[in-house]
Each structure stands twice: as structure tokens, then as C-alpha cells.
């Protein structure tokens, strides 16, 4: 087979050969089908949204907006890129994010390698000819040598299953499915499920054009306010004039933030000092309130010092006190994922929200008209927003019908937990490389996506260099892998709320296995690891050199 064709155009006929399928056109699939037509194998991209933007195309809730400032969530590879696009708000929209993607699909011609609309429903190993087949639900059918999986840690939305759902009269939405042309709240009474990072932020949207706003709370979360505000043109040419530096940092960052460690132990720290330094992350706002020392996710002491931080802020900003003590977490901060909001506390001061505790009294049915809760009540709402997350890690890759070596399906290998060596490849399953898979970080998402895709486009360059046919994580690999990321989940508090639900651990999807899905020993230490494995001739993979199943 020809590997001199550079990308395939969207009127290829069906049943053909490609060098590679990338599933996904988001940060980490757009960006690997760019380096995989650059080396010049023939990409077949599959895309279930009508266009580019992964997760950003999806998530048009109100509100919806990065956590992340916009100069350091994006990609870092093409230095034109930097210097020609201007973010204008400090936490981009989802249609400004539309828009970059718009921008970075357009640079790079990259929609002509990509199949948009259409879902992979499988994708089949076939031993005889070391290909993967792959089949969308739209009966298409290609081969490929590789398939590259780049389908995003949270994007299989989870649906609770409450019972009566089916029955709810009027319009419900998940708000990963919210429509494009929007949805009329104004002078409806809306019911939201969840306090997520996404409910945190559509709930002050959704409160300012209801009428009425219900929110039922599971569990609350400790919000950072954002403090977002626009970006002017002088701010954004005195970044660019520090790409260099920003990308440096990132790639040293526990997190991938452009930020120095804080050198600092809260645990030690004397309360007066350690609260001016609270307060002064808190008003500089977002994610690095959790960086404002380096203990906060290791030392009880210390996250407890930021939790009772926290609360105390919401203590001042909520009105009624008895709202204010249910919207205040007591399990450690972090062990869920802080969200940042905007209004978020504020909102519960108003008179057309209120709050519902569904933990204490939890909902027992969707009804025609609304919400029943375990005391009976019941709680009726015009519209009926779920904003209750993912099946993370694992579930857009389960969803599918992947099917590896001997039959195994890769559902029932993970049924009881994913098992990868490094998050990108699992046993079993050859030339399958996963970007943003299961065990690998989570962390400031497009740079470790854009570290992964070249990480693969380097093992591929390896693999045809040596004429070898397949490359799969070893079994003693992928056991010390996981054996690892648990262990250092375990050294962190991030695990210590057992009982908290969290899509780190599986457990906010009823019957999933509860493990440890991310690796948090840090996305610095990560990609070290991943360098150091290419390194060392990819220990911890079998790389077979049969007859290659193409032709160099
Ligand atoms: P999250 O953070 O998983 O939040 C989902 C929310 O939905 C959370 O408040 C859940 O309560 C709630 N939920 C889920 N199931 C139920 C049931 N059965 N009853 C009541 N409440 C329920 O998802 P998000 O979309 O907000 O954010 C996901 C990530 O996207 C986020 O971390 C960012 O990285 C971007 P619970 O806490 O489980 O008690």
C-alpha cells in the first residue's frame, strides 16, 4: 500500500485502506492527525459532531467557558499559531473555543482528513493482517495500521438512571447536549441536577433568565471564583512576547500551568500570614488558589486550613446561613475537582433560586412534571437540566466496540478498572494508542495531549523505521502501571473523600469500578516517564517485527 498520499479527502470511496484512524477532533485528535499527515501516512479522522472542537463543540451550556486562561490552553506547536491568535477574554467561551478551533482546522486544512456526523461504532483487530478495522455507524468501513484514539477523558456524558425519566413532559437537557440554537428559559421554572464544574457555572447563567431556578445538590464543591474579565491587545502582545517562557513552565508543572511552584507549606505556616496568602489567590482567582502552596493536596493540616478558607467565603457571601452551611464541602479540598465560577455563591442569594440538599433526600423519580424526592415532595419544573457529568477516562472508549487480540473486547478487559502502561497503550491491543486515555494525567488538557500525540507520532516514526508490525504494552508493564498510579493517588488527599463521588475514582457513575482512573503524580513527572520509556527502546512494550503489514 502507497503511504505517499498525504490525508483523504471525505469523497474516498468506502472499505479502504488507511495508514491510520484517529478517532476524535479535538485538541489531541486534531493535532495527531496533523503530525501523522506530516510524516506522510494517510489519516482517516472520524468525528461523531458535525465539526471540529472535541468536548468545545459539544458543551454549549450557559456559561460554558474554560477553567483555564486562554494563553495557556491551546496548542504550543506552531509558533505562527501563537503569535497570529488573540484570546479576548481571560477564560475563553465555548464559542470562542469553537472559533480556535475553527482557526487551527482552517491553517492546517485539517477537516479534509476527518469524517464529521459520524460515530465509530467498532473497531476490530485483525490478526491476520495486523490492521484494525474500523466500522462507523454509518456502515463505513476502513483498515488501518493504527488507530489512535483521541476521544477525550470527559466525554461520554453519564445519565443517572432515574426511573420515570422517559415520562418528564417537558423539554430535558444534558448540558453536554445543549442545543446549538439554544434553549428559552426565560419566564420558566428550571430544575437543574448537579453542581459539577458545569453546574457551577450554567447555574448563575440559567438563574438571571428563569423564572424560577431549582438546584438540586448531591454534594457541594468548593468554587474559586474565576475573576475572568477581557483580555486587551497590549495584554495579549506582552504574552506573546513570553511563549518561550510560558511553555517552559508548563512543561515543569505539576499541572501544566505556567506557574512556579509556591514554595510554601501551608501545614507550617503561621494562620495570619497563610490567610493573606489565601486571600490574595483568592482575589487573583481560578485554579492557582490550589497551587498557593505546595502541600494543600498531601498534608490534612494544610487542606483542611484551605477548606475552612473557603467555607468561611461562602459563609460571607451567602445570606441565609442554613444554604451556606449546605453549600459548604467538609471532605478534603480537592478530592473532587474545584470548579471555578462566576456569581456561582452569589446566585443562592437570590430570590428566584433555591437550593435542595439530594443527598439527605435524595430524588426518587422523575415525574411528568417534575422531581420527587425521598420525603415525597414533589418539585415541579418547566425544563430539566441534568448536569450530571461524565463516564470519565474510560467511558468513550468502552462505549465503543473495541475488540483487541483473541476476541477481547475492551469493555470486559476493564470492567473491573482500566489498565494501560502510561495511559497510552493497553495489552492486547497493538498499534491501539490512546491520547488522554485512562491513567494517563489530567491536568491543563491540550499541552499533555499535544506531549502525548507527539510521544505517538515518535513511536510510529520507530515502528516503521524497524519494519515492525505491532507494539502493545506489556501485561507486567501495565499491572506496575496501574500499581503506581494507585500508590501515588493514595499518597495524595485527592483520594481521601471515599465516599465523596468523583470521576477521578469512577465512583460518581453508579456500577462502575471504583479505582483510580488519573495518574497524579504529576504531568512533569509524567512526560519524564514517557521520554524515558522512549528512551530506553519502549520498555514496558512488545514490539513485534513479523512481516509488516505495509510496504515502506
Ligand atoms: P461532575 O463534576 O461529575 O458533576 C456532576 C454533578 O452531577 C455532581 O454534582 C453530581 O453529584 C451530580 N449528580 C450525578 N448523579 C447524580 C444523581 N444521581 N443525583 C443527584 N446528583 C447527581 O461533572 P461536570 O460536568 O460538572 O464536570 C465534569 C468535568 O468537566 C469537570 O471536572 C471539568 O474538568 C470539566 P455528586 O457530586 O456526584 O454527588
Known sequence: MSTSAVGLTTAQPQNREVDAVVIGAGFGGLYMAHQLREMGLTVQGYESAPDVGGTWYWNRYPGARTDCEGYYYCYSFDPEMLQQWNWTERYPTQPEMQSYFGYVADKFDLRRSYRFGTRVESAVFDENTDRWQVRTETGEQTSAIYLITAVGILSAPNLPNFPGIESFTGPAYHTAYWPEEGVELAGKRVGIIGTG???VQAIPMIAEQAEHLTVFQRTPNYV????NRPVSQEEMDEIKTRYDEVWAKVRRHWFSFPFDMANMLAGSMEENERTRIYEKAWANGGF???FSFDDLLFDPVANESAAEFVRGKIRETVEDPAVADLLSPRYPFGAKRPPSGTGYYEAFNRDN????DVAANAI???????VRLTDGTEHEVDVLVFATGF?????AMTRMNIVGRDGVVLADKWAEGPNTHLGISTHGFPNMFMITGPQSPFT???????????WIAEAITHLRREGASRMEATEAAEQAWTEQITAIAEQTLLTAGKDVHSWFTGTNVEGKAAVINVFFGGADKYMDICEQVAADNYSGFEITTTEPAYAN
Open 391 to 395: 463516564d470519565a477516562s474510560t467511558g
Open 224 to 227: 474559586i471564583p474565576a475573576r
Open 288 to 290: 492557582p488558589f490550589l
Open 364 to 370: 426518587t423519580e422523575i415525574t411528568p412534571r417534575g
Open 197 to 199: 464544574s458545569t453546574g
Open 353 to 356: 433560586v433555591s437550593l435542595l
Open 444 to 454: 491543563n488538557i491540550p499541552p499533555c495531549a499535544q506531549n502525548t500525540a507527539d
